[in-house]
């Protein structure tokens, strides 16, 4: 492997979501120049309007398809949002009842709007209408879960604008730019009613609360929801707002904001929310760049900008081969819609050669579809005029054999027969965080083995005061240790400490104290764990040295897989996949070993199944026969031909 020349030894310090002033965009550019870049609504034209330009942009099959999109929905009902939907949240815990009602009316109408603009006949219009005036109509654009002071009613005094607030005035922005004109003409009243909703909902709610929105916040390192909700204020901005001084305000003040979340990234661009949530965090930030270049004729650009470069290579870099990612915290190990349109998009704008070959591995080997079905519209629509210029040429696209994100505290390396270790240190305070400080996980061949069960089905649960409670989220349903039966807690001061990531041509390791991740009763002096990975030897070596006040009454060591297990051979565990098979050792003479299936139906673990595509989770248990208040335990990973 290339990479490996001279050993490395780096010493880590664990920043503690740690904020730095960088402002990339605001120190680049000043209101002022904003005002003069910004171009006038009516000169703003990134998308095709007419069945003419639509034809001269997009291949007929896609057109048709979206149009056969359209006609799908013709006889929707845009049916009213019941209050017993906003409360079944309050009540029973259940987020699915509302965002049933609600999702499915957003996507509908820009579906329509879409099949009206490609087409041109007017046919879907009287829909459209509907659909407008029925989102008009509701009292609450966002969901009940994000409703916290009001018990669970929404205050329409006082709106609130959280994610899907952004994503509702996003869709009517959309619908204003392709079908505006054609509004019109039915009656001005009812883009008069889209500017009046927006203006009520959106624009002056955020305005007015730039400072005091928890994901505005400039002191703090801010999460998904940053760029997510700017890249939707920058749309509906720039698609639906006539004052050009309005206009270039909102503007510069989205650009401020989303350097809130460019000042909250460490200097390495990791995101501690995984793979599966960056593309709601760097793809929206990406989404907020293009349109900022797209809104400006070119003149706000900063793709050039390291740290811009460096947040967007962190896809590929956690890419573990077929569809798998690496999934800390509450992420799914697949993503679904990742499409090679975007990756191209961002590979040609940040000028990454790893980039466009992942773009084109994604094209060839994930499924196509340009319905706009889910969020990010506007990356939606720009995926599908993006793609006719995807290349064709033959890709040499492979997945990396190294990482180490320092600022997240990830490493992930691979053997030449590629047995693969991801692993990491980090703290227990971060967004969507489960307690898995020196978690890891093993894949062979890009099947998964040991692995993170990742998130559940989101209940009200799920981001409150007994989110811990579930099992996905503690240390004891992950690859870690357990002392007499408790686990990490959750905090940013649970954090790993004595961080070491050493490489040598032989082996890639992971060090790091542990004793500050457990409560301070247990009496914990040290716990040292080590994941390695032999590349000689084609082995994962686990090592966990420990010293306690006392002997423990109870140790355990925690093994999580979808594999199907085989326990008769003593010292030996047979993870059996689909593909391949590893085997798990550890010292017969100090375990005992059990196993059980986490519950995997039910409200809030429903959708733990669907994401391993219907494989049985299992958790195996070591348990120390003969606890000591000082050992040291190691457990070792390799290949079964």
Known sequence: MKW?????LVMVLLSQAQVTQRNILTTSYSLSDIQQSILPIEQFKPFPQTPDEWKKQVADSILMRLVNDGEKRLNFKFTPVPLSAILAFKRQGNRSIYEGYSFVKRTTLIQLTLAESIEGKGRFMDAIMEGIWSICEESYWGVPAHITETSGVPNVEAPYVELFTAETAATLGLVNYFLGAQLDKQSPLLRKRIYHELEQRFFKPIEAHRETYAYLNKAVKVNNWNPWIMSNWLLTTLFAEP?????????????QGLDKYFNGLGNEGGCDEGAHYWTAAGASAFDCLEMLEQGSNGKVQ??????????????????????????VGDGEPTIENLSGSFLA???????DQQMALFAGYVKDNYPITFSLDSFHKYRGIQNILSFKSLPNAKNTYRALDYIWINDVQLLTARTKNNLYLATHAGHNGESHNHNDVGDFVVYSNDEPFLIDAGRGTYTAKTFGPHRYELWNTQSNYHNLPIINGVGQSAGKEFAATDVVNSSTPKEIKLSMELSKTWPQELGIMQWKRTNSLLLDKEEVKIVDQYVLKNAPEQLQQVFMTVAKVDTTQMGNIKLIGEQGQLLLSYNPALFTITTELPLTTGPEYAKIGKYWNGKTITRIILTVKKPQAKATFTYTIRQLK
């Open 4 to 8: 490996i020349v001279f050993p490395l």
């Open 243 to 255: 004052d050009q001084q309005k206009r270039s305000t909102m503007v510069y003040e989205a650009m």
């Open 302 to 327: 900063v793709f050039s900008h390291p740290l811009i470069q460096k947040m967007l290579a962190y896809i590929y870099k956690v890419h573990i081969g077929s569809d798998y990612f690496v999934n």
């Open 345 to 351: 998009r961002v590979a040609k704008a940040v000028n």
